[in-house]
């Protein structure tokens, strides 16, 4: 190999980085010379994704190799599609688990296991992972029986994002639980999970918060509408524990189609709340239901908004229920929030809301679109005319495609995503169009 002496190292890193895209390049690359070996195998084995026992087994077979054990920094876990219990049932992943010591990232997304009743190996090398000092980033999805306590003591940790889990703990067992270096949350949970994982920020609940947490970014979802007030007294107990340091907020789930009550009870635990460092905000999942919601909806919003004053960026994602709403004309109207502005606006500068930089309006799934008629279209021309007056930016790629598909001249006979013979193919066709472009944001 005389071509390889006198290249310095860096040239033959840049080498090995040239193939960081081809899995089966760098694996014969490192057999080519052994000064490749080392970055090959960092490239190949820094992200691991385990999708079924047999790339665990393939896998587990690799780090025989002891070299290759404290390479790996990132490792998902996940069930296919078809292949939903492999991960309760596999008998090699927990030794797999046990050897791996640099872990950085972990994400688990089993979507549906119970860890109780998983086999005992398993449960000690999941804990085992979230004790690891190099650490930093945890997902969990989909797991029942999950130990919060584990969590909250893991001090390490950075990131944590927790998603259709359920815990185990008894919540007075868990008191004074605050992992100091944890910088960004999301909670993606039902109004009881909610309640209990707020216990990862505070101390025991009949007591003062003593310090901050150091919070930058926050998501909170509500994934079911059950108990909500207790996921709202969580929700404002977070904020108030990161309230001088938290950047980023996204608030979903926390408005379902009745909000007339729904108002009362998010002001009164939300009262409180003061929240000066957020300058950017989004809600998620906001459900409306019909028109006569407008009004509560927009006195919500500016209310938090008053408790989150130097706000300069946010977004409200509406989610249209087409089944309640009296007539398209309404579909219409809320879709592009003529009303929900005029209210907001109206609300926001008598209250003092004056520092946003742009507010962006979105409309989740809009697919009784294609349901207007022709005495419709005009007026939602109109109204996204109104809306772009400079002070409220309706950034719509949907907007896009209404002009070209729908306001103009239908569904045009060159759709690419047509079927021939298929009546039905252009509507469904426009229909993904739609969704994508909007979930695009």
């Not at 008598?350 to 207007?372: I, Q």
């Amino acid at each position: 190999m005389a071509l390889f002496r006198g290249m310095p190292q860096e040239i033959r890193d840049h080498i090995v980085d040239l193939m960081s895209d081809d899995q089966s390049a760098l694996a014969a690359i490192g057999s080519v010379h052994r000064s490749f070996t080392g970055r090959s195998q960092r490239l190949l084995f820094s992200d691991v994704t385990l999708t079924m026992s047999a790339t665990v087994f393939l896998f587990h077979r690799a780090i025989q190799n002891t070299s290759l054990r404290g390479i790996v920094k990132v490792l998902h876990v996940r069930t296919s599609i078809s292949g939903a219990s492999w991960i309760a049932h596999d008998v090699t992943l927990p030794t797999v688990l046990t050897k791996l010591y640099g872990l950085v990232e972990f994400h688990f997304r089993p979507m549906s296991l119970c860890l109780s009743t998983s086999s005992p190996a398993l449960n000690q090398a999941f804990y085992r992972v979230l004790s690891l000092p190099s650490l930093r980033v945890l997902e969990v999805i989909g797991v029942r029986s999950l130990l919060l306590s584990r969590i909250a003591g893991a001090v390490h940790l950075h990131d944590v994002r927790l998603a259709h889990v359920e815990f185990q703990d008894e919540m007075w067992r868990l008191e004074r639980v605050s992992p100091p270096n944890l910088i960004s949350l999301t909670l993606i949970l039902d109004a009881h999970a909610m309640r209990r994982a707020c216990l990862l920020l505070m101390d025991h609940e009949d007591q003062q918060p003593s310090t901050s947490v150091q919070l930058r970014r926050l998501r909170l979802d509500l994934v079911s509408s059950k108990d909500i007030a207790e996921g709202y007294a969580g929700a404002a107990y977070i904020l108030s524990r990161c309230a001088s340091c938290l950047r980023d907020l996204e608030l979903g789930g926390f408005l379902c189609p009745n909000l007339q009550s729904q108002v009362v009870r998010l002001e009164i635990c939300f009262e409180r709340v003061q929240v000066p460092a957020v300058t950017s905000l989004a809600f998620r999942d906001i459900l409306v239901g019909a028109a006569d919601n407008v009004e509560p909806l927009s006195r919500w919003l500016t209310f938090l908004l008053r408790r989150i004053p130097n706000v300069e960026h946010a977004a409200i994602q509406l989610r249209i229920l087409r089944r309640t709403l009296g007539s398209i004309a309404d579909s219409a109207r809320l879709l592009h929030a003529e009303e929900f502005i005029s209210a907001f606006r109206r609300q926001s500068s008598s209250s003092g809301v004056s520092s946003l930089a742009s507010v962006h309006f979105y409309a989740l799934r809009p697919r009784h679109l294609l349901d207007m008629d022709s005495e419709v279209l005009p007026r939602v021309r109109q109204d996204l005319a109104v809306l772009a007056d400079g002070h409220v930016k309706v950034s719509l790629n949907l907007l896009h495609a209404l002009v070209r598909g729908v306001l103009k001249a239908g569904i045009p006979q060159h759709d690419a995503f047509m079927s021939k013979g298929n009546p039905h193919s252009a509507q469904a066709s426009v229909r993904q169009i739609l969704t994508l472009q909007v979930l695009s944001f």
